[in-house]
T-cell receptor
């Protein structure tokens, strides 16, 4: 079956750095997406990785290792507004998006 | 760019009535739109994939006669929940894919919170 694993919840301190991991086992791979979802709102796009390596976009970076079936989202200089759920999603061989359950990130002052 | 709107933002209806939710891509044309449902503290569940001018493709377990999808134009898709029941209460979110490739990013609408009494 297809499976995406990410931690259920993480806590970090304002101003710090946090890394949210995502491992996947899917039938084929056509890319991995990270989305941010604040409570009661729809997801917003953060990043898309299809090649191995690190993609940096401001305070957020996303890393992919296809051979390990692994990705992480790195958030630097955390702000209170970063408190949200972070969803990892993989596009499988049928171009269907397989969603992880999301990681709830709690930022403390 | 890549703004998707949904209407209404929230709706409360009586059991047995039908509710229509609109999803519009405001600044781009979307060949493909997706409809999701999300229950509290759970991840997104894909209900159906909607392609302009053709019938929607429903996920296993989703009743096509209950959740009617119409993708009449490249900027509008509608989801009608027919004969709604309390168990249909959920957060319904649409997304639109900008570009014609399957790898193109999905951009999400703000969601519609449906409460069926």
């Amino acid at each position: 079956g297809q499976n995406i694993d990410q931690p259920t919840e993480m806590t970090a301190t304002e101003g710090a750095i946090v890394q949210i991991n995502c491992t996947y086992q899917t039938s084929g791979f056509n890319g991995l997406f990270w989305y941010q979802q604040h409570a009661g709102e729809a997801p917003t796009f953060l990043s898309y990785n299809v090649l191995d390596g690190l993609e940096e976009k401001g305070r957020f970076s996303s890393f992919l290792s296809r051979s390990k079936g692994y990705s992480y989202l790195l958030l630097k200089e955390l702000q209170m507004k970063d408190s949200a759920s972070y969803l990892c999603a993989v596009l499988d061989s049928n171009y269907q998006l397989i969603w992880g359950a999301g990681t709830k990130l709690i930022i403390k002052p | 760019g890549a703004v998707v709107s949904q209407h209404p933002s929230w709706v409360i209806c009586k059991s047995g009535t039908s509710v229509k939710i609109e999803c519009r891509s405001l600044d781009f044309q979307a060949t493909t739109m997706f409809w999701y449902r999300q229950f509290p503290k759970q991840s997104l569940m894909l209900m159906a994939t909607s392609n302009e001018g053709s019938k929607a493709t429903y996920e296993q377990g989703v009743e096509k006669d209950k959740f009617l999808i119409n993708h009449a134009s490249l900027t509008l898709s509608t989801l009608t929940v027919t004969s709604a029941h309390p168990e249909d209460s959920s957060f319904y979110i649409c997304s639109a894919q900008r570009g014609g490739r399957e790898t193109d990013t999905q951009y999400f609408g703000p969601g519609t919170r449906l409460t069926v009494l």
